[in-house]
């Protein structure tokens, strides 16, 4: 997977998809909690899970067939 990015390319895609997991896995779930409050609207870091979770791990399932086939 290391010879030409793959390592590379797996850590980024595993960042960046993984990121939306949580609250704050990521710059832009903080800004729209924000956003959301301001509103009115309260997002509790369970809720955001519970569907960020599944969202993150069907990402990262899409994802990984495309590195592997391409890198291994």
């Not at 990121?19 to 903080?30: K, L, M, R, S, Y």
């Not at 519970?50 to 994802?63: F, H, L, Q, R």
């Amino acid at each position: 997977l290391g010879q030409d990015g793959g390592l590379w390319w797996a850590l980024a895609l595993g960042a960046d998809l993984g990121g939306n997991a949580t609250i704050v896995g990521a710059n832009a779930n903080v800004v729209i909690i924000g956003i959301a409050a301001r509103n009115g609207l309260h997002i509790s870091f369970v809720t955001w899970m519970k569907y960020g979770v599944p969202t993150a791990v069907m990402s990262i399932a899409i994802a990984l067939p495309y590195v592997l086939l391409r890198y291994a």
